[in-house]
């Protein structure tokens, strides 16, 4: 037993040497001015499309779609992936990560070709979105309607 214990404590010793050890403040202030960067960017795209004439919900389509391009050519070009190792979470944010991982799992798969490939792994992130979406839609328009139906409220 004395062997075992002795590779156990080598093994931990091992283990606390090799793994990265994080400032749980810094990755904090790093995710919150990433995110911030992010949400000054959007606010900035919807702000000029406003300026431009565009009614509020127009320029908030634009915001969207440029959001998404912007986190897509980013992707293709390795950059995205260097914003997510340094602002964590904050590089995550809804619509740019989501674009970011629908763009990546295209990149990753292309060479398998365009039907088993791009056709087929491309929804890995976005296809369980979609369902689960569709899905809690159906359920609340469920209840909306038996709430309508019954005259609950």
Not at 41 to 48: A, D, F
Not at 118 to 135: D, S
Request: hydrophobic residues 50%; aromatic residues 14%.
């Amino acid at each position: 037993m004395d062997q075992m214990d002795a590779k156990k404590k080598e093994y931990q010793a091992y283990v606390k040497q090799v793994t990265p050890t994080h400032n749980l403040f810094s990755q904090m202030a790093k995710a919150f001015l990433m995110g911030g960067a992010f949400s000054v960017l959007g606010q900035g795209i919807l702000e000029y499309c406003k300026y431009m004439g565009l009614d509020k919900d127009t320029a908030g389509i634009w915001c969207a779609v440029s959001l998404v391009l912007l986190s897509a050519i980013l992707t293709g070009f390795g950059v995205y992936a260097k914003l997510v190792k340094w602002g964590g979470a904050g590089a995550q944010v809804p619509i740019t990560g989501f674009a970011n991982g629908v763009a990546s799992a295209a990149i990753e798969y292309k060479r398998e070709g365009q039907v088993f490939g791009l056709g087929c792994k491309i929804f890995i992130i976005a296809g369980p979105v979609i369902l689960y979406g569709i899905f809690t839609s159906w359920v609340l328009g469920l209840i909306y309607w038996g709430i309508k139906m019954f005259q609950v409220m």
